[in-house]
């Protein structure tokens, strides 16, 4: 089994930075794809940012310029650092990794919370 552990959320006025981290351990071969989703209340999870691992990144259009995902392999981690946040931004985020055990398969981290308020 794989767990990704997630740290960093909290609350942040409007114009702040925050940095999330997800760890990811347990048994497996190797991890493909790290990212980042999130969800607001009464709305869809959406994919904030992703990174492979040659390292090529995407990100959704409202984040572009703000926020950079990126990841340590030999940590088995992926940050996602947030600038410029906005009331928006307020969601929860769950890290994601597509990890290759006997199958390639996907986890997901329990969730922190990011509010951005004044």
């Known amino acids: 089994q794989v767990q990704l552990v997630e740290s960093g959320g909290g609350l942040v006025q409007p114009g702040g930075s925050l940095r999330l981290s997800c760890a990811a351990s347990?048994?497996?071969?190797?991890?493909?794809?790290m990212g980042w989703y999130r969800q607001a209340p009464g709305k869809e999870r959406e994919l904030v940012a992703d990174i492979d691992s040659g390292s090529s990144t995407n990100y959704v259009d409202s984040v572009k310029g703000r926020f950079t995902i990126s990841r340590d392999n030999a940590k088995n981690t992926v940050y996602l650092q947030m600038n410029s946040l906005k009331p928006e931004d307020t969601a929860v985020y769950y890290c994601n990794a597509r990890v290759l055990t006997s199958l390639l398969r996907r986890f997901w981290g329990q969730g922190t919370q990011v509010t951005v308020s004044s």
């Open positions: 347990g048994s497996f071969l190797s991890i493909k794809t």
